[in-house]
């Protein structure tokens, strides 16, 4: 029996990988779910919070809150400013605040005291990272400051927007995936008796702001937004005030995967464009 050429045993896995591709594909082109258009007034989002705003996924959100017409104060707690924030300052829209130790928050406690909604963009790759920092990062952090703006919030409604990751799992053999599962849970316990509700994004790639991108994340989102698990750091900032307008619609504990974000970006877009 003859067996198979070489070129055939290295070519099949690729034709399988493109079929698959294809069929990904195809199946999000048609599918044709959209979230409806808010009617009515939005809930409060005049004030929000963005911390990680130096980041990816933190410009694209700030982005998004500079852009919309209803957010009118943007307090912005980072370690060092970027030509964004500081276009936000120059525009009155944002007060920034430098601030060090994210497991002390005493410093900041009267600038997020009035927030509507608090947009959570800190992280950092796993890789070469001990699973006890990352946990710090990922869960201390986030918690220490729930329990401080709890504490002082003057807002009834007010809701915490999470950056999680998606494919995550408590049984997960990666350190990460493992952390962030706990981070959602923590949060998701801790703002149950309190008058927050925390709402967890699990996008797949997040792309730049088209302006920060470079060449080889333009290509990486491009290769996966066809498939649906890309989304652009903009649209997570577009579906989170969004999220924030539709108030009581979320409760603490959901979680918006890569397609829901986009939808709900949508929304926000076809919103807008309504208003004008």
Do not use: C
């Not at 005049?46 to 982005?63: H, K, P, R």
């Not at 919030?153 to 799992?169: L, M, Q, T, V």
């Amino acid at each position: 029996m003859r067996l198979p050429r070489l070129r055939t045993i290295l070519l099949t896995p690729l034709v399988l990988f493109v079929l698959v591709y294809i069929a990904g594909a195809i199946m999000l082109a048609l599918d044709d779910r959209t979230v409806a258009t808010l009617q009515g007034d939005p809930a409060g989002h005049e004030t929000v919070t963005i911390f990680g705003a130096s980041g990816t996924a933190g410009d694209g959100i700030l982005q998004a809150a500079l852009a919309d017409p209803d957010v009118t104060t943007i307090h912005v707690i980072t370690r060092r400013s970027t030509p964004r924030i500081d276009e936000g300052v120059e525009s009155g829209k944002v007060r920034m605040t430098i601030h060090t130790d994210y497991l002390d928050y005493t410093p900041v406690r009267d600038q997020v005291a009035d927030s509507d909604a608090v947009f959570w963009a800190i992280g950092l790759s796993s890789i070469g990272v001990d699973e006890e920092t990352y946990a710090m990062i990922h869960v201390d952090f986030p918690m220490r400051f729930v329990e401080e703006w709890t504490a002082v919030s003057s807002k009834p409604g007010a809701s915490f927007h999470y950056i999680s990751s998606s494919d995550i799992s408590e049984d997960s053999s990666a350190m990460w995936a493992r952390q962030k599962v706990r981070a959602e849970k923590s949060l998701f316990a801790l703002a149950e008796d309190r008058k927050i509700r925390v709402i967890a994004y699990r996008p797949d790639y997040i792309g730049p702001t088209e302006e920060e991108a470079h060449i080889g994340q333009d290509l990486l989102f491009w290769f996966f937004r066809p498939v649906g698990a890309a989304v652009r750091a903009r649209q997570i900032g577009q579906a989170m005030i969004e999220v924030t307008a539709r108030g009581s619609e979320f409760e603490n504990g959901d979680r918006l995967g890569t397609g829901t974000i986009i939808r709900y970006s949508d929304a926000y877009e076809r919103r807008y464009a309504t208003s004008l």
